[in-house]
C-alpha cells in the first residue's frame, strides 16, 4: 500500500472540502475485487486512526468490466454501502452494460470492451461464450442478470459536489455551466477536458483516462491508475484543503 502526500503550495486557489468532512474517492475498479478490498481495508483503517469527521467514499465509475470479478465488485460495493456513506457514479461502462441489457447489438460491441470478462463473472460458461450467438448470450442475461444489480446500476450518480470539488467520472465540457452538462461527457470525454488550462468553477476529480500515476493539474485531479492495465488503484483523500492518495498494488489484468 502507498500513501503520499499532496502539497498545495502552487495551487491559484486553495480548494477544500466542507469543514468536518473526509472524502475518499476512489478511480476506476475495472473488476479488480482484489484491490478494492485492500483499498476498503486501508480507508477504513485510515479513517478509523485520524480524528473524527462525517467521512465519505465516492467511487468514480467502472466498477465493471476487463477485469476478473464484475459481479463480485458490484456486491462488496452494496455492502459497503450498508456499513457507511459510500456513493458511486456512473461510468461509461455501467452505462454500456445497461445498454447492453436491452440491445443485443450493443452486446456485441459491449463484449470487445470488457464485456466478456464481466458476463462470465456473472456465472457464464467460458468455453460456451466462445461458441455462442450474441442472441444467446442475450437471452441468457435476461434469465441470470440480477434484477436488484440491474435497478442499483440505473440509479448511480451523474456527479457529486463536495464542497470546490466536483466528482464525475470522465470529466466535464469547458465553459458549459455544470448544470447543463451531458451526461455523455460526463461519463466519455477527454478532449478538450484534459487539456483545458483554465481553471473551471470546481476542482475536478475524474477517472476514465489511464495515467501512470495520479495526475494533479491546476483545474483537474485524475485517479485512474490502470486497476486492470496496471495492477495500481488509486484512492485520493480530501480534508480541509489537504490531499493525499493512497494506492493498491497488484499484478496486471490486461484483456
Given at each position: 500500500?502507498?500513501?503520499?502526500?499532496?502539497?498545495?503550495?502552487?495551487?491559484?486557489?486553495?480548494?477544500?472540502?466542507?469543514?468536518?468532512?473526509?472524502?475518499?474517492?476512489?478511480?476506476?475498479?475495472?473488476?479488480?475485487?482484489?484491490?478494492?478490498?485492500?483499498?476498503?481495508?486501508?480507508?477504513?483503517?485510515?479513517?478509523?486512526?485520524?480524528?473524527?469527521?462525517?467521512?465519505?467514499?465516492?467511487?468514480?465509475?467502472?466498477?465493471?468490466?476487463?477485469?476478473?470479478?464484475?459481479?463480485?465488485?458490484?456486491?462488496f460495493v452494496r455492502d459497503w454501502q450498508s456499513r457507511r456513506d459510500v456513493r458511486v457514479l456512473m461510468g461509461n461502462h455501467e452505462e454500456m452494460m445497461l445498454?447492453?441489457?436491452?440491445?443485443?447489438?450493443?452486446?456485441?460491441?459491449?463484449?470487445?470492451?470488457?464485456?466478456?470478462?464481466?458476463?462470465?463473472?456473472?456465472?457464464?460458461?467460458?468455453?460456451?461464450?466462445?461458441?455462442?450467438?450474441?442472441?444467446?448470450?442475450?437471452?441468457?442475461?435476461?434469465?441470470?442478470?440480477?434484477?436488484d444489480h440491474r435497478e442499483w446500476m440505473h440509479n448511480l450518480h451523474r456527479s457529486i459536489v463536495e464542497g470546490d470539488y466536483l466528482f464525475v467520472h470522465a470529466g466535464i465540457m469547458p465553459g458549459i455551466p455544470i448544470d447543463q452538462q451531458d451526461e455523455r461527457d460526463l461519463r466519455w470525454i477527454r478532449e478538450p477536458f484534459l487539456s483545458h488550462a483554465d481553471l473551471h468553477p470546481y476542482m475536478v476529480v475524474h477517472g476514465h483516462t489511464i495515467e501512470q500515476e495520479a495526475v494533479e493539474r491546476p483545474n483537474r485531479i485524475g485517479i485512474d491508475t490502470g486497476a486492470y492495465w496496471q495492477g495500481r488503484l488509486t484512492a485520493l483523500v480530501l480534508e480541509g484543503n489537504q490531499r493525499r492518495f493512497f494506492q493498491a498494488h497488484g499484478e496486471p489484468n490486461r484483456t
Open positions: 500500500m502507498f500513501s503520499a502526500e499532496s502539497s498545495k503550495s502552487g495551487d491559484e486557489r486553495c480548494w477544500q472540502v466542507p469543514d468536518g468532512r473526509r472524502v475518499y474517492a476512489i478511480g476506476d475498479v475495472h473488476g479488480r475485487l482484489d484491490l478494492l478490498r485492500e483499498l476498503a481495508d486501508a480507508i477504513e483503517t485510515h479513517d478509523s486512526n485520524c480524528a473524527s469527521a462525517n467521512s465519505s467514499v465516492i467511487l468514480l465509475g467502472d466498477l465493471v468490466d476487463r477485469g476478473p470479478d464484475s459481479k463480485g465488485v458490484i456486491n445498454a447492453s441489457l436491452d440491445d443485443s447489438e450493443v452486446l456485441r460491441y459491449f463484449l470487445r470492451f470488457g464485456g466478456r470478462e464481466t458476463i462470465l463473472s456473472y456465472g457464464y460458461d467460458a468455453g460456451a461464450l466462445a461458441t455462442s450467438g450474441i442472441e444467446e448470450i442475450f437471452a441468457w442475461l435476461q434469465d441470470h442478470f440480477p434484477a
